[in-house]
């Protein structure tokens, strides 16, 4: 047999009513301390997520660029460096060396000059 209680069914109203008013209490902080965040990483002058993100996927499409470039060049090159061509150290060997400006001596510190000794008589 079931009794309706009138204090039981208000106390259990109340509770509900309590706990629906403390989540929207704790939603309203929960807004509250996200918007007070927002304003102090927008001061801080931090970059959002989103937006690293997006910085971060064009430096990695870049550097993929970056290496299919340079794959590119050294297939064109023959896959040598330009300074490792076989025909540079011959060349470089037979080359007439450039003409000089000056003569070998100006370029060069002088020795110091020994004084003269007096003549002995």
């Given at each position: 047999?079931?009794?309706?209680?009138?204090?039981?069914?208000?106390?259990?109203?109340?509770?509900s009513d309590?706990?629906?008013?403390?989540?929207?209490?704790?939603?309203?902080?929960?807004?509250?301390?996200?918007?007070?965040?927002?304003?102090?990483?927008?001061?801080?002058?931090?970059?959002?997520?989103?937006?690293?993100?997006?910085?971060?996927?064009?430096?990695?499409?870049?550097?993929?660029?970056?290496?299919?470039?340079?794959?590119?060049?050294?297939?064109?090159?023959?896959?040598?460096?330009?300074?490792?061509?076989?025909?540079?150290?011959?060349?470089?060997?037979?080359?007439?060396?450039?003409?000089?400006?000056?003569?070998?001596?100006?370029?060069?510190?002088?020795?110091?000059?020994?004084a003269a000794?007096?003549?002995?008589?």
């Open positions: 047999m079931q009794t309706r209680n009138p204090l039981l069914n208000d106390f259990a109203e109340l509770m309590a706990f629906a008013a403390a989540q929207a209490a704790g939603d309203e902080a929960k807004t509250a301390f996200k918007a007070q965040m927002r304003r102090a990483l927008a001061e801080m002058d931090l970059v959002e997520r989103e937006e690293f993100e997006a910085v971060k996927e064009m430096a990695a499409r870049a550097r993929a660029e970056a290496e299919a470039l340079a794959r590119r060049v050294e297939a064109l090159e023959g896959g040598q460096k330009p300074a490792g061509k076989p025909g540079a150290k011959a060349a470089a060997k037979t080359a007439k060396p450039a003409a000089r400006t000056r003569p070998r001596a100006a370029t060069r510190n002088p020795p110091a000059r020994k000794k007096p003549k002995k008589d």
